[in-house]
């Protein structure tokens, strides 16, 4: 359940009844095939299982919880130049970040069943390893590196 303005949205995955999962699934959907998204999931909540013997749940909240970034750049127009200014994300922006970039980086094993790719780097994601855990440190990186523009914010 989450707030959209005015309304309040209760989304929560029909299977597992979580709200983590629900945004999971509608991340990876395209062109509205749910069915499609639902599998893969189901697909790499199985292999999570099987490789970890942990609750699949608890190892994608882990991982989320490892890749939300704290920090992130905007570029910043100011007197005719652009900076780029860390600002600090915030709520539901972390886990979408989380989300896009664990994808990015699923989408991106060749060779491999998007379930596959997306339950290895989940599972990496948990483990503080792969390459979403990459893109959040160049992240900070950025945003560390450009601290002297915070003022700008």
């Known amino acids: 359940m989450y707030n959209k303005g005015d309304q309040i949205i209760d989304i929560t995955d029909p299977k597992l009844n979580n709200v983590l999962v ?8 395209r062109k509205g095939k749910r069915m499609t998204a639902q599998k893969i999931v189901s697909d790499c909540f199985d292999l999570i299982s099987d490789k970890t013997k942990k609750d699949p ?18 570029a910043k127009r100011v007197g005719g130049a652009n900076y780029q200014v860390p600002v600090p994300v915030m709520g539901e922006r972390r886990i979408t970040l989380a989300f896009r970039w664990i994808l990015a980086a699923a989408r991106a094993k ?44």
Do not use: T, Y
């Not at 998007?114 to 792969?130: I, L, P, W, Y």
């Open 22 to 29: 629900a945004r999971l699934i509608n991340q990876i959907m």
């Open 57 to 74: 749940l608890d190892v994608l909240e882990e991982a989320v919880r490892n890749v939300a970034p704290s920090l992130e750049v905007k």
């Open 110 to 153: 060749k060779g491999k069943r998007m379930a596959e790719g997306m339950a290895f780097e989940v599972m990496d994601a948990s483990r503080r390893q792969g390459a979403a855990i990459r893109k959040r440190e160049d992240v900070h990186k950025m945003a560390e590196a450009n601290k002297a523009f915070a003022h700008f914010a």
